[in-house]
């Protein structure tokens, strides 16, 4: 029972062609390596009575690393790992046409095409090994690969979590656009907050709103006997005038 598990790389996905191209240069570089007599052989051999010279043991060494590199790049070339991984890629495919072409020919298995990055792919997924035959088989592995499963709905659960407060982050974001100072260092200062400027400047205001009413609650009113309709309209303003510049002029209302 084998599932194809692609790692994750980021932002970016690795395809099926990419991840097979890997493993194969991994393995030509691992071929492609110069060989050489290990210790024990040349201890062994120094000891013996007939001793191959150390010169020839070189040489002999040398020639057959030319010939391995020599082979190597002929036979290991870049193209030549792309071609197989794009034929790796290809049976790939071909094995999940012929699936979806046969469902009856599944067998009961995962698609080894299946992507397990993907969401739906994820959700897709059986809480349990779907062959009866191998999870009676192998336990340790049906055992495996539900644990697995159930870490892989856990972990997309929380991608799409992130992704979602994100998402309202960037919303957040966007409504306090307008809101940015010209240099868009941050929030206006005009903005009402707690102990910011607008409520200091209301408090001021609230205090000197207070002095005023009590100014002008000590103005002198008009005679209640004298008919309101022949008070002089000129002397009234020109006696309020005068008030208003006293009060304003007072340095106990206006510390300068």
Not at 7 to 17: E, K, L, N, V
Not at 170 to 182: A, D, G, H, P
Request: proline share 6%; charged share 25%; aromatic share 4%.
């Amino acid at each position: 029972m084998h599932i194809s598990f692609l790692p994750s790389a980021g932002a970016c996905t690795p395809t099926i062609p990419s991840v097979k191209q890997s493993f194969v240069s991994a393995q030509t570089n691992l071929l492609s390596q110069p060989i050489a007599p290990s210790r024990a052989w040349r201890a062994s051999n120094d000891a013996s009575e007939h001793a191959i010279p150390s010169r020839l043991v070189d040489d002999a060494v040398a020639s057959v690393n030319r010939t391995i590199q020599q082979h190597c790049r002929r036979v290991y070339a870049p193209q030549a790992s792309r071609h197989v991984a794009e034929q790796i890629s290809s049976l790939y495919s071909r094995d999940a046409e012929r699936r979806l072409g046969n469902p009856d020919d599944a067998g009961g298995g995962i698609g080894r095409e299946l992507d397990l990055v993907d969401e739906s792919a994820i959700e897709s997924l059986p809480a349990a090994w779907p062959s009866h035959k191998d999870v009676n088989a192998y336990p340790m592995e049906a055992n495996r690969y539900a644990e697995t499963v159930r870490q892989l709905a856990d972990l997309s659960q929380r991608r799409k979590d992130l992704r979602q407060r994100v998402e309202r982050f960037r919303n957040l974001e966007k409504s306090i656009e307008s809101f940015r100072t010209m240099d868009g260092v941050g929030v206006q200062e005009n903005l009402v907050t707690r102990d910011g400027p607008v409520e200091k400047e209301l408090e001021r205001m609230r205090v000197l709103l207070a002095r005023v009413v009590g100014r002008v609650s000590e103005l002198p009113s008009a005679d209640a006997t004298q008919d309101p309709g022949r008070i002089e309209l000129s002397a009234l303003t020109a006696a309020r005038k005068k008030q208003i510049e006293e009060f304003l002029a007072d340095q106990r209302v206006f510390p300068s």
